[in-house]
Each structure stands twice: as C-alpha cells, then as structure tokens.
C-alpha cells in the first residue's frame, strides 16, 4: 500500500500513520521525523536543515526531494508519506520518480483542520525523542504523566511546538503547502478529505473504511 497523507502540521498525520501502519503493514516515512534523525546523528543534512525546521520554514526542496526519494526506494512493499510532498515542486518531483519506478500512489488522504483546533493540539504534544511515540497532554496522555509508555523514556515538547514557531509553522502551510491538493486534483488524482477534528478513534474508522475499499 502506497499512501501519501497531507495535511497542516498538528493535523493527526503521525498519529493517524501509527495506526494505519499496524494494520496494513506499510512503512511509515515521516519527512520530520527523518530530518530530525539526522539533526540527531549530527550530519551534514542534519545540520542544514536545523536553521529552517527551528524558525517553522521549509528545508529546501532539493535536499528533502533527495531524501525522500531514497527513503521510498528502500520500501518497495508499501509507504505512508507524512509530510512529504509539501510544496508542488517535491509532488512534481515524486510524481516523476514513481514513474521512473513504474510506480504509484493508491490513495491520497487530506486531513482537515481548523486552525484553532491545531495550535491547542501542538501545544500539547509531547514526544518520545528515543521511539519517536507521540502523546498529547490531555487528548492522548501516556500511563504516567511525562514518560514514554513504550520505552519509560522521559517526553519532551519539541522546540517547533512552541507558539511563536507553530504560527509560522501554519502560515508556511497556507503560503507553500495547501497548494499540493490543488496540484493532485489539477493532474486527475483523487483527493479524499477526511474530517480530523474528530477523536483518534472516529478518524482512524474514516481512513480505514476509505483504504479497505481500496482492496
Ligand atoms: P502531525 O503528524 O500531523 O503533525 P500529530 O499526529 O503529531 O500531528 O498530532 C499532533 C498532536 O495532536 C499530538 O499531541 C497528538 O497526540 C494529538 N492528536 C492527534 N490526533 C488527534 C485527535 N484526533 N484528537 C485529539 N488530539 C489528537
Ligand atoms: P513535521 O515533523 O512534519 O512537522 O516537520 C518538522 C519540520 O521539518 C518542518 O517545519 C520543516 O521545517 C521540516 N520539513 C519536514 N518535512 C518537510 C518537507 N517535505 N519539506 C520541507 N521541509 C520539511
């Protein structure tokens, strides 16, 4: 299964990947996680990268292009793309590499959002920086206040979750990223939008009651 998720930043798309990949089986590529990886592991990537995601802009096109290229091609079973495309050049570029490949896309999910909904949901995220597992204070909290439930590690906000980052965050997103809906549906491709201001529970059952009809 070959799916890609948009979405606004704190929309559910990490959230929502979990759970689809438990049930279908598919990698879970998130362009985010990936980057901060490599800012983890200190590599030349990594380090170019830091300036843009701490200041809420995108990396540059190419050097993410390049990474997620790669990241698909070591997963010819099945992805889900979570935060990659996000401009209409890496959706054209994509487009031209699952071509290439003789590849394609079975579905494409947008999750909706307002706004509002989302400052209040990445003000309370909290992460897992050794697992990646992600908790909200008070929508998704884990067992014991603070701690991983996976690995008992201790949680931390991300620095790009801070207010002042999160609203150019979003309005990155409504400058440079919306526009990817438009590109897909502008080449023939099917967009399918799915309410996600619901709970987890009642969006996971929309997404899998459209990806089960794809069987
Ligand atoms: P994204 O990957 O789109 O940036 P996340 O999956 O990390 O978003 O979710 C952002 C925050 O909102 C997290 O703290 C998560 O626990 C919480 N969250 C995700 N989905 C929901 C939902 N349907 N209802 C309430 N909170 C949610
Ligand atoms: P995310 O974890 O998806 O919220 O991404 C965190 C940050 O990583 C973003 O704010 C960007 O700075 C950067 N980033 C992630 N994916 C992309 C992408 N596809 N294009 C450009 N920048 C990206």
Redesign the pocket.
Known sequence: MKIILLGP?GAGKGTQCKRISERYGAAHL????I??AERKAGTQLGKE?QR??DS????P?QL?IDM?IGAIKKCPKGYLL??????VV?GEALDKALAAAGEKIDAILNLQIDDSVIIARMSGRRSCSKCGAVYHVSNQPPKVAGICDSDGEMLSQRP?DKPEVVEN?LK?YHAQTAAVVGYYQKVGRKVIDIDADKSVDAVSKAIFVKLDALK
Request: charge should be negative.
């Open positions: 930043p998130s362009s985010g996680d980057l901060r990268a843009y995601m809420g802009a995108l990396v096109d993410i997620m979570d935060g990659f495309p996000r401009t890496q790009d965050r990155t």
